[in-house]
Every structure is written in structure tokens, then in C-alpha cells.
């Protein structure tokens, strides 16, 4: 590491030790693009993050780091819904609390989810029966090169299951400055899941909503301020009807989700459950005991400990199930992004 480079140990989740060779906070759209165009200049690696909590540095990144903090949240009245502008750098999590306490609901279920609100769309946030897609008006994108600001409605994004064209199309050279949401003004509880089923549709509250999401995630998922994780490694695996069929002859509780005709979700913490591996370690990393489809970094781990002790849970679920789990993780290497599944091979 040359004397110059800095830290970026406590700006991302993981909290590996791992540098950068620049760092810059902005709080403006033209710094984020100015830093790109420095980039480009100077012949170096240009990464945007918002809180860095779906990121794997796997060494020191030998550019420019920018961390998005656009701030902002306009909220407008419309006849049967409110209208939200929220700049791309504000907190996720309190962006939800502001729209509580202005009485605006709708994103309960998605409480206490770290990172940005500009990150939200990158890879269609979900959890708890409700993703950003369901309230997703549109995401204002601005091209480093050219300046330009353009306004994707939500169906131009292309969203699914952990996706979205902002993983694709939009990639590299363009940033999330903005998101606009519409959240229907006749609230409809989402309580298909866990501790919410137990809730009565006819009388529960969204704070009720709210503090039962945030429970049921403390209960299970670890603080990124205490252990160091970056959510869900992997992604919950799309298999064949047949595949699925075939797991539940074995194991008739398994869990799987039917999505379409001739697809179903597998749960991808399960099948590492079944593995046995839910506290196995491999230096300083390991599967969190609550949650098998985390990765914590406990004790100072290494990037190379995170990814030894992926590939090891990749290659067990393979072995035992012919299925190829994919991070949901986005793997950062010197100078940028690699592909996450070539790593792990
Ligand atoms: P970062 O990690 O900073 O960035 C993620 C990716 O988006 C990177 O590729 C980055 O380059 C790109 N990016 C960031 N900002 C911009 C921008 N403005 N414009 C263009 N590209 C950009 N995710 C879920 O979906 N559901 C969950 O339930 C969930 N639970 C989690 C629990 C924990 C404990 C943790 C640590 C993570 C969890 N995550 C979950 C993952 C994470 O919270 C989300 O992916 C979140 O949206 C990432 O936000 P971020 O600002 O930290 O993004
Ligand atoms: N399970 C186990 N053992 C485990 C973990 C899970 O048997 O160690 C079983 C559970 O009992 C349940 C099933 O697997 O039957 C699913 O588990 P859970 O409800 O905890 O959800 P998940 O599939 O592990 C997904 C998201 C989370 C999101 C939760 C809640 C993905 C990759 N992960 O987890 O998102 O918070 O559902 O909706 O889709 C993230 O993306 O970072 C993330 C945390």
C-alpha cells in the first residue's frame, strides 16, 4: 500500500482492510461526475457506492472511491397517493422513519435494510414480501460523461429478483441521483411472512409493521456495526419445478417457492443449513450460526478468508444438491468490479 492510500476499513459493511487510493464523499451530483471525469483523465479504476453493504473488496482498489451523499426528500401530495423525491445518498432506514412520522406508509416491510436510497433500485431491494419495484415510480440516472439526466420509470428498469438494468445497461458511466416513489394513500398491509401473519389485516398498524420487521431481522441477521457482513452472500437459487420436486421427496419441509409455471425458488440459507456449515470458520470468517446464507467477518478476517469460505459453501451445496448458488454480493478487485461466480471457482 503506498503512503497515500486510505482506509476504507469503516466505509463498507464487511469491514475488511482494504484501501483506496481516493476517496470522495459528495454531496453533489456534479462532484460524483467531476470524480469520474478525474477518472478518466487519469487513467484510474472509478467505483460508486452508496453505505458499501452489498460489496466484497477482495484487495486494495487502485482508483477513485466515491461514496454518494446526495441528500434530500420532497414529499408531494397527490389525489390517492404520495408522490416522494428522495435523493440517491439518503439512509434507507430513516428515510422510512421520516415517512412514518409524516404519516406516508408502504415501505414498513422494508425496515431496517442498510445502505442508500440511490442503491435501492441497483439491485431491487426485497425482503419481508415487498420489494422496491412495488413502490418504485422512477430512478433519475446521470451519465458521467455527457452530464445528462434521464428518468426511468420503473417499468424501463427491468426489475426482478435481486435485478435490475442498472446491473447491465447502466453499469458503468452512469449514477443513481434520485428516486421517486408513490406510496398509495389506502394503505395495504404485506403480512405473508413470518411473525406478520400473525397480525389481523383489519386492525394492524404500519408502526406494528415496522418494529415486527425490524425484530424479526435482529433476531437473526447480525449488526454490520458489531459483526461485519454484507447481508445475504448468495442469492436464493431459481431451479427447475423438477429439481425443486426432487428436493422435496427427499426432504418434504424444504423450502421452496413456486415462481411461474416451471420455475421455483429454492432457499439458498437452507440448502447451507443442510450442509451442516452454520458456524464453520475459515480464518477470520464465518457462516453466521443464525443465519447460514451470511458470511461474517469475526475476528479480523482477510478477503481471502470471505472467499476461500464462500467457495467452500458454493462448492458443498454443489455437491449435495447439483445446485449452483450465485453471490448476491458484488466482488470489487483492484480495478473494479469482477464477476463474482469466476472468483469462486
Ligand atoms: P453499496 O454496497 O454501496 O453498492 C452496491 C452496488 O450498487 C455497487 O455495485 C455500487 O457500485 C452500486 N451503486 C451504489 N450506489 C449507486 C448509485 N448511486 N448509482 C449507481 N450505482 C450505485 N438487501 C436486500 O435486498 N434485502 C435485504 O433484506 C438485505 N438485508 C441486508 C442485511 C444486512 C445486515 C446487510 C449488511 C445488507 C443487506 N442487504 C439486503 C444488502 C444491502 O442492504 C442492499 O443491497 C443495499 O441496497 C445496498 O446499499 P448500499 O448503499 O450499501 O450499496
Ligand atoms: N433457513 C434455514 N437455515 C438458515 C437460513 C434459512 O433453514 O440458516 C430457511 C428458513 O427457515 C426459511 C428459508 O430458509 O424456511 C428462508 O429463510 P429466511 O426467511 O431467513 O430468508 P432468506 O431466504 O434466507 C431472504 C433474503 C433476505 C431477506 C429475507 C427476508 C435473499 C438472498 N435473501 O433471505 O435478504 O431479508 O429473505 O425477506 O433473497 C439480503 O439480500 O442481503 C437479505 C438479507
Known amino acids: 500500500m503506498s503512503a497515500n492510500y486510505v482506509s476504507l476499513q469503516q466505509l463498507h459493511t464487511f469491514g475488511l482492510p482494504v484501501n483506496a487510493k481516493r476517496v470522495v464523499i459528495a454531496s453533489q ?15 484510474l479504476p472509478f467505483l460508486l457506492l452508496g453505505e458499501g453493504s452489498n460489496v466484497l ?41 421520516t415517512l412514518l412520522g409524516h404519516e406516508d406508509y408502504g415501505l414498513e416491510n422494508l425496515a431496517l435494510l442498510h445502505g ?11 425482503a419481508y414480501g415487498l420489494e422496491f419495484k412495488d413502490i418504485c415510480d422512477y430512478v433519475e440516472l446521470l451519465n458521467l460523461d455527457s452530464g445528462e439526466v434521464v428518468r426511468l420509470s420503473a417499468a424501463q428498469c427491468q426489475f426482478g429478483y435481486r435485478e435490475s438494468l442498472f446491473k447491465h445497461q447502466y453499469r ?10 408513490k406510496l398509495s394513500k389506502k394503505w395495504q398491509p404485506r403480512l405473508n411472512y413470518g411473525e406478520l401473519k400473525n397480525f389481523d ?21 447480525p449488526n454490520p456495526a ?9 442469492k436464493n437459487p431459481l431451479v427447475s419445478r423438477q429439481q ?34 452454520k458456524g464453520k470458520q475459515i ?16 475476528a479480523q478476517a482477510t478477503p481471502q478468508d470471505v472467499v476461500a469460505l464462500a467457495s467452500l459453501v458454493q462448492k458443498s451445496v454443489h455437491t449435495a444438491f447439483a445446485v449452483l448458488i450465485e453471490p448476491e454480493v458484488r466482488f470489487i478487485a483492484r480495478s473494479g468490479e469482477v464477476n463474482a461466480m469466476e472468483c469462486l471457482s
Not at 389525489?79 to 422513519?97: F, K
Not at 383489519?202 to 441477521?221: E, G, N, W, Y
Not at 458489531?226 to 448468495?234: I, L, P, Q
Request: proline share 4%; charged share 15%.
Open 29 to 43: 451530483a456534479q462532484e460524483i461526475r467531476q470524480a469520474w471525469l478525474d477518472s478518466r483523465q487519469e487513467d
Open 57 to 97: 473488496f477482495l484487495e486494495d482498489f487502485a482508483g477513485i472511491v466515491v461514496f454518494n451523499r446526495l441528500k434530500g426528500v420532497e414529499i408531494n401530495e397527490q389525489a390517492d397517493s404520495w408522490q416522494v423525491h428522495v435523493g440517491a445518498g439518503e439512509n434507507w432506514h430513516q428515510l422510512i422513519q
Open 116 to 126: 442508500c436510497a440511490g442503491s435501492a433500485p441497483i439491485q431491487n431491494i426485497g
Open 172 to 181: 458503468q458511466g452512469y449514477a443513481v441521483i434520485a428516486v421517486g416513489l
Open 201 to 221: 389485516p383489519q386492525t394492524v398498524t404500519p408502526q406494528q409493521v415496522f418494529d415486527s420487521v425490524c425484530h424479526m431481522r435482529q433476531s437473526k441477521l
Open 226 to 234: 458489531v459483526t461485519g457482513n454484507a447481508g445475504s452472500f448468495f
Open 244 to 277: 425443486g420436486e426432487a428436493i422435496l421427496r427427499d426432504y418434504p419441509n424444504a423450502p421452496v417457492y413456486p415462481v411461474g409455471d416451471e420455475t421455483v425458488k429454492l432457499a439458498a440459507g437452507w440448502l447451507i443449513d443442510q450442509c451442516q456449515l
Open 283 to 298: 480464518g477470520g470468517a464465518m457462516v453466521h450460526p443464525k443465519q447460514a446464507l451470511v458470511i461474517v467477518n469475526y
